[in-house]
C-alpha cells in the first residue's frame, strides 16, 4: 500500500514509519506544520511543532530512507482545534485536544489529502492495535497498557479506521526506543511529549487567561454563598483541590473541591468530596470506532474518562446520539467535555463527549 | 535513476572538476606558507585564478574566493554598505532589483534592522525584467544617498536576464554589485564588459564542487571586510586558501563556458519544447516570467499546491523545484513571483523545471508524459483542502 506516514520529530512516529516500511508499504515521511509560528527550538516535554522537531523528523525519514514533506496544517489546526479548545473551556467545558486533533486533523485533513494524493492510509506512532475480526477491521488496546493510546483514537469512526495504521500496537515502549537505536534512529532518547503542544509553557491557566480574559468572579459553596473570588473562571478544573485560596474554612474542616464551572455567571462552586461523585454519565455527539450497538439497549463494558485513566466497569446504551452510562462504583471529579471512551474488553466500541453528569 | 530537472539549485559536478578535485586534495601544503610545499600549492590556487579570470573577462587580482555565493553577496553588499557609510553617513540608501535571491535580501533586510541602512527594491515588469525607468528616476532624485546597486544578472527562479550594463550606466560613480551566480557558463557573462563594480559567481552551479565561490571585484577598490584573519583574499577575505576546490571550481569553468553555446541551444529548445507541449496538455498552466536563461522553465498550475506537485513527481522519479520558498520548513509564496505581479495562490501553485547538461529529450518526454496525471491528482488534493 502506499501510506503517508506522520512523523512529530519524535520516536514513536519514527519507528512507525520504518516498520511500515518493513511491511513491505510504500511510505512517505509527513510533518505536521500545526503552528504558524513554530519556535525554534524544543522544550520542556513537547513533542512537535518545533523547527528542530521537524528536523529530527526529516532527520529519521532519511535514515529510514523515504521521501519527506512538511504539510502546513497550521490552519486547520488553529481552526479545528486550538479554536474549539478555547469555546469549550468558554462555557465552563474541560476539551481534550489530543482527540480533536485525531479527529480534525491526523485522520481528517492529512487522510483526505493523502487519499487525494493517491495514498490508501496514515500510519502514525499511536500505542493501538487495529485487528481484522469478525466485526470488521476494529481497534484494540495496544500490548503495553502505559502507553495505550485506544483512548484518545477513539474519535476515530469506521471509515477513518480503514485507513489507519499503528505499527506500535504490539510493542512495548522500551522496546521501540531499543529498535530506534538499533534502526539507527537517534530520537531514541528523545524524551516522551505530555503536554498540550500549542501550550510551550505547559501554564494552562496562564495561557487560557491571556486569551480568554480574567474576569474576578465568585467563588460559591453549593448553597450559593459566597467564600472567596477566583481570577478567571474557566482556568479551574473540576476536582481541583488546591490553589482556590478560600480563607473560609469549611464546616467540619473537610476540603474543598471544584464542583462546577459556571460560565454565564462567571462562578464557580466548591463542595465536598462526596459532592464530586458520579455515577451516571450522558455523553453525546457518539462516535462508534467499529459495528454500531443496538439502540436503547443496556450493554456491559468499561468506560474509561481520562487517556491514561482506570477502565470503569459499567452498563451503557445509546439512543444514536448519546450514550448514557451507569458506573458499577462512583468516581469522583468529572468535567463536561471530556472524551468519554467505552471498551468491550480491551476492544473500543466507541466514544462521545461528556455532556452530563450526576 | 531519478530525471533530475532541478539544476538552478545544483549540478552534478563535472569529471574534469572531480578529477582535480582529489588530486589536489593529496598535496600537502598551506598556499600561504613560503617553504617550496607552500609554494606549489600556492601556484595552483594562482594558476586557477588567472584560468578564471580569463574565462569571464577580469584581471586575476580582481578574483576573490570565497567559502559560498551567500558569502560573496554577504561581503559584496555589507562592504560596499559600510564603506559608503563610512565616508558620508547619510549616503545609507541600497537599491536592489524585487527578486534578488535571499543572499542578496538578507543582507540587505540585516543592515535595515542592524545598522541604519534603507532599502529601496527596484519593481519587475511582467515578463520579470527590472523596471529601468523606476531606477532612472530613483538615481537621479537621490544619487547622493544611494550607497550601492546590487541587481542580479538572472533571476533563480524565473529565468529572466537582467539589463546590468543599463544599470551601470544609470548607477555613474554609484558601485554595482550584481549576482552572476545562474549566468555563468549558461549565457555570457563578462566583467570588465559589463562594467559592474563588483559580481558573484559560485562553482557548484557550473560544476564544480561545494565550499568555493567568489567575488569579482574592482582592482584598487578594497571594501570592508565581514570575516577578519589572515588576509589572504586581498585583506578583504580571510580563511586558508581552500585549493583543492579552487582548482576544481576553475576547471569546472574552463568545461562549462567550452560547451555554453552549443549546450545554450540545445538546452533552450528542450526547454521550449516542455513548455509547448505542458502548456498544450494542461492548458490553464501559465508560464511566469520570459524565457531568459536556457533551461529555466517555471510554470504555475491553477488550483494546486507546488508541494503535492513535487511530492507526486519524486515519487514518479522527477526532481524539480517548488515555486516558493521555506520558511520555517513551511512553503511560503515566493518573493520572486509576487514581483511579477502573481497572486499568493498562483505563486504556491508553481513549480520550477530547471535543466542543465545533463538533461535529455528521454527526460523531457516522460516529463511531459507524467504531468497531466500529476497535476490532476494535485487537484483533487487541493480540492480536499478548500
Keep these: 500500500m502506499k501510506i503517508v506516514a506522520a512523523m512529530s520529530g519524535g520516536v514513536d512516529s519514527a519507528v512507525a514509519a520504518a516498520r511500515m516500511v518493513d511491511a513491505g508499504h510504500e511510505v512517505v515521511g509527513v510533518h505536521l506544520a500545526l503552528s504558524s509560528n513554530p519556535q525554534k527550538y524544543r522544550s520542556g516535554a513537547r513533542g512537535c511543532c518545533t523547527i528542530e522537531d521537524s528536523h529530527d523528523a526529516r532527520r529519521a525519514a532519511d535514515v529510514i530512507g523515504i521521501p519527506f514533506y512538511i504539510w502546513d496544517m497550521a490552519e486547520e489546526f488553529h481552526d479545528g482545534v486550538v479554536e474549539n479548545f478555547m469555546a469549550e473551556y468558554a462555557i465552563g467545558r474541560t476539551p481534550n485536544p489530543c482527540l480533536r486533533c485525531n479527529e480534525k486533523i491526523k485522520f481528517a485533513a492529512v487522510m483526505e489529502r493523502a487519499k487525494a494524493l493517491g495514498f490508501d492510509g496514515v500510519a502514525t506512532g499511536h500505542y493501538a492495535q487495529m485487528r481484522e475480526t469478525e466485526l470488521g477491521r476494529v481497534m484494540y488496546r495496544a500490548v503495553d497498557p502505559s502507553k495505550d493510546q485506544s483512548y484518545v483514537l477513539a474519535v476515530l469512526n469506521t471509515d477513518q479506521l480503514a485507513g ?10 522500551d522496546d521501540v526506543r531499543k529498535e530506534a537505536k538499533a534502526r539507527g534512529l537517534y530520537v531514541a532518547n528523545k524524551p516522551d511529549s505530555h503536554d498540550i503542544c500549542f501550550v510551550p509553557s505547559g501554564d494552562n491557566a496562564g495561557w487560557l487567561r491571556d486569551r480568554l480574559g480574567s474576569d474576578v468572579g465568585p467563588i460559591v459553596d453549593e448553597d450559593g454563598k459566597k467564600l472567596g473570588e477566583h481570577k478567571g473562571a474557566y482556568t479551574y478544573t473540576i476536582g481541583q483541590r488546591k490553589g482556590l485560596g478560600i480563607t473560609v474554612p469549611a464546616a467540619g474542616g473537610e476540603p474543598r473541591y471544584v464542583l462546577k464551572i459556571e460560565p454565564k455567571t462567571n462562578t464557580v462552586v466548591v463542595g465536598n468530596h462526596d459532592s464530586l461523585a458520579v455515577s451516571g454519565i450522558v455523553g453525546e455527539r457518539a462516535i462508534w470506532c467499529g459495528p454500531v450497538p443496538a439502540e436503547s439497549t443496556e450493554y456491559r463494558g468499561f468506560a474509561q474518562i481520562r487517556a491514561h485513566g482506570a477502565p470503569l466497569a459499567c452498563t451503557y446504551s445509546h439512543d444514536g446520539g448519546n450514550i448514557t452510562v451507569a458506573l458499577d462504583e462512583p468516581i469522583y471529579g468529572l468535567a463536561t467535555g471530556q472524551g468519554l471512551v467505552i471498551y468491550d474488553g480491551d476492544r473500543v466500541v466507541g466514544s462521545a463527549t461528556v455532556c452530563a453528569t450526576e | 535513476m531519478s530525471i533530475y ?3 538552478a539549485a545544483t549540478v552534478p559536478m563535472v569529471d574534469e572538476a572531480a578529477a582535480a578535485l582529489t588530486a589536489q586534495m593529496r598535496v600537502v601544503g598551506n598556499a600561504s606558507s613560503l617553504h617550496s610545499d607552500g609554494r606549489a600549492v600556492r601556484k595552483a590556487v594562482e594558476d586557477a585564478r588567472l584560468s578564471i579570470s580569463e574565462l569571464i573577462g577580469c584581471e586575476a587580482s580582481e578574483i576573490i574566493f570565497t567559502g559560498t555565493g551567500t558569502e560573496a553577496d554577504n561581503l559584496a553588499i555589507k562592504g560596499f554598505y559600510w564603506n559608503a557609510v563610512a565616508a558620508n553617513p547619510s549616503r545609507n540608501i541600497i537599491l536592489s532589483s524585487a527578486i534578488e535571491h535571499h ?3 538578507d543582507p540587505i533586510e540585516w543592515l535595515v534592522e542592524h545598522d541604519g541602512a534603507r532599502s529601496i527594491e527596484i519593481p519587475v515588469l511582467a515578463d520579470g525584467v527590472i523596471d529601468l525607468n523606476f531606477l ?63 559580481a558573484t559567481i559560485s562553482s557548484h ?27 589572504q583574499e586581498r585583506d578583504v577575505r580571510s580563511g586558508t586558501f581552500n585549493a583543492p576546490s579552487i582548482v576544481a571550481f576553475a576547471e569546472a569553468a574552463k568545461v562549462a563556458l567550452t560547451k555554453r553555446d552549443l549546450e545554450f541551444k540545445r538546452i533552450s529548445e528542450l526547454r521550449d519544447y516542455a513548455a509547448k507541449e505542458i502548456l498544450q496538455a494542461i492548458p490553464d498552466a501559465s508560464l ?27 515519487s514518479e522519479g522527477i526532481s524539480a523545484s517548488a515555486g516558493s520558498a521555506c520558511s520555517a520548513g513551511v512553503a511560503r509564496p515566493s518573493h520572486v513571483l509576487l514581483a511579477l505581479g502573481r497572486s499568493e495562490e498562483e505563486a504556491m501553485s508553481s513549480l520550477r523545471f530547471s535543466l542543465g547538461t545533463t538533461t535529455t529529450q528521454q527526460d523531457i518526454e516522460r516529463l511531459v508524459e507524467v504531468l497531466p496525471s500529476v497535476v490532476s491528482r494535485a487537484r483533487a488534493a487541493f480540492s480536499v483542502k478548500k
Aim: proline content about 5%.
Design chain 1, 164 to 173: 489507519a495504521h499503528f505499527p506500535l500496537g504490539d510493542i512495548v515502549k
Design chain 2, 5 to 7: 530537472l532541478d539544476h
Design chain 2, 103 to 105: 543572499a542578496v535580501k
Design chain 2, 136 to 198: 532612472r528616476d530613483y538615481v537621479e532624485a537621490h544619487r547622493d544617498s544611494i550607497a550601492l546597486i546590487s541587481v542580479m544578472h538572472s533571476n533563480n527562479e524565473i529565468g529572466a536576464v537582467q539589463p546590468v550594463a543599463e544599470v551601470v550606466a544609470i548607477a555613474g560613480e554609484i558601485p554595482v554589485h550584481t549576482d552572476a551566480v545562474q549566468s555563468l557558463g549558461k549565457i555570457d557573462f563578462n566583467f570588465a564588459k559589463l562594467g559592474v563594480t563588483a
Design chain 2, 205 to 231: 552551479k557550473v560544476g564544480g564542487p561545494l565550499g568555493v565561490a567568489a567575488l569579482i571585484l574592482k582592482r584598487g577598490l578594497d571594501i570592508t571586510p565581514v570575516t577578519h584573519g589572515g588576509g
Design chain 2, 288 to 314: 511566469n516570467g520570459a524565457a531568459g536563461l536556457p533551461g529555466i522553465l517555471n510554470i504555475s498550475f491553477p488550483n494546486t499546491e507546488s508541494e503535492a506537485l513535487l511530492l507526486l513527481l519524486d
